[in-house]
C-alpha cells in the first residue's frame, strides 16, 4: 500500500501553503479570492488532471505508444446544497500518429487505473473524451 502526506497552514487572511517531500503550493483560501493561487475545487482539478497525465506517462511503455505530448481540460460544476462538485467533464488531448482503436485502448487504460480519476469518480459524475491533436 501507498501512503501520502501533505501538510497545510495558514500564512495570513490571504491564503496558505502546502508543502510534500521538497514542494509547496500556495492555496487560495482568501474568501474574496485570488488569481495567483489555486482555490479548492481547482487543486481537485489539477489532481484528477495530473492522475490522467501520470497514467498515460505509466502504460505508454507497456502498450508501446508513441505521443509528442498531451493537455487535458477539466471543467467542474459546483451544487450549492449539499455543497460539492455535482461533475466534472474532461477532455483529453494526445499529440499522436496512433490509430483511434489505440487511442481509445489509452482512454480506458486511464480511465481503469487511475487512483484520483477512480477516487473522484466514485464520488460525483466524471465523464470525458479523448481526442488527436490536429
Same mark, same amino acid.
Given at each position: ?42 487543486? !481537485? ?9 501520470? &497514467?498515460?506517462?505509466?502504460? $505508454?511503455?507497456?502498450?508501446?505508444? %508513441? #505521443? ?34 489505440? !487511442? ?9 487505473? &487511475?487512483?484520483?480519476?477512480? $477516487?473522484?469518480?466514485?464520488?460525483? %459524475? #466524471? ?8
Amino acid at each position: 500500500m501507498f501512503e501520502y502526506s501533505v501538510e497545510a497552514r495558514r500564512t495570513d487572511a490571504r491564503g496558505s501553503i502546502a508543502t510534500t517531500k521538497n514542494a509547496t503550493v500556495i492555496l487560495d483560501t482568501c474568501i474574496e479570492g485570488r488569481a495567483d493561487a489555486f482555490n479548492p475545487a481547482e487543486l !481537485l482539478l489539477a489532481a484528477t488532471a495530473a492522475c490522467m497525465i501520470k &497514467g498515460i506517462e505509466r502504460v $505508454t511503455p507497456m502498450l508501446g505508444f %508513441k #505521443l509528442r505530448g498531451v493537455r487535458v481540460a477539466l471543467h467542474a460544476v459546483r451544487r450549492d446544497s449539499p455543497p460539492g462538485i455535482a461533475s466534472i467533464d474532461y477532455e483529453l488531448v494526445v499529440d499522436t500518429d496512433e490509430t483511434d482503436q489505440r !487511442l481509445e485502448l489509452l482512454h480506458k487504460n486511464v480511465r481503469k487505473y &487511475g487512483t484520483i480519476s477512480n $477516487t473522484v469518480a466514485a464520488a460525483t %459524475k #466524471l465523464e470525458g473524451t479523448i481526442r488527436r491533436k490536429p
